[in-house]
């Protein structure tokens, strides 16, 4: 008789745990992007990589075009995708940022000082939680935005060729 209580409440436990996974996976993040081109983000937040400041949406509401970047100097898909950023900058009207995703700083620096530095400005999320509330489920990923915060495109996986003559068509229209 005890034994079969002790299975009843062991299968109840896992039946509950079950239930509050896929509760969670059904939660949507502040800006699940995946699907939602034309979606307008809100209340961004941004911790600055050096300065004690956020970066903001009324900050880029002030630009035509903002890719906004996740990335980290230990991620070899990053790496391949860095030429096509450092070929992005400095287009006019196109602002990047770059958000180091669970980096150390001094690795983060030393990856920028080796290959270049693409940013415009640089954000920090040492613990995942801007990547959650972006949508970021792997890096790189990329989000590309109007000055009125609507979602363009969202870039799974490392910008490529065919994904920068993409955005430089989109930010001369």
């Not at 920090?124 to 979602?151: A, Q, R, T």
């Given at each position: ?88 900058n400095g287009k006019s009207n196109l602002e990047i940022i770059g958000v180091n995703f ?35 489920y792997g890096i790189p990923e990329s989000i590309l935005i109007n000055k009125d915060l ?24």
């Amino acid at each position: 008789m005890q034994i079969k209580i002790i299975k009843i409440s062991i299968i109840s436990i896992f039946v509950f745990l079950i239930g509050v996974f896929f509760m969670g996976l059904n939660k949507d993040s502040i800006y699940d992007t995946k699907g939602l081109e034309g979606q307008k983000l809100k209340n961004i937040k941004l911790e600055h990589f050096k300065k004690d400041k956020v970066i903001s949406d009324k900050e880029l509401m002030n630009n035509d075009f903002t890719l906004i970047n996740f990335w980290a100097s230990w991620c070899g898909p990053c790496l391949l995708e860095h030429p096509f950023l450092l070929k992005l900058n400095g287009k006019s009207n196109l602002e990047i940022i770059g958000v180091n995703f669970k980096d150390k700083k001094i690795n983060a620096i030393k990856f920028l000082s080796d290959h270049g530095n693409p940013y415009d400005e640089l954000a920090k999320d040492n613990l995942g939680k801007n990547s959650v509330d972006f949508g970021i489920y792997g890096i790189p990923e990329s989000i590309l935005i109007n000055k009125d915060l609507l979602i363009i495109k969202k870039f799974i996986g490392p910008i490529s060729q065919d994904d920068y003559e993409y955005i430089v068509k989109i930010i001369k229209e």
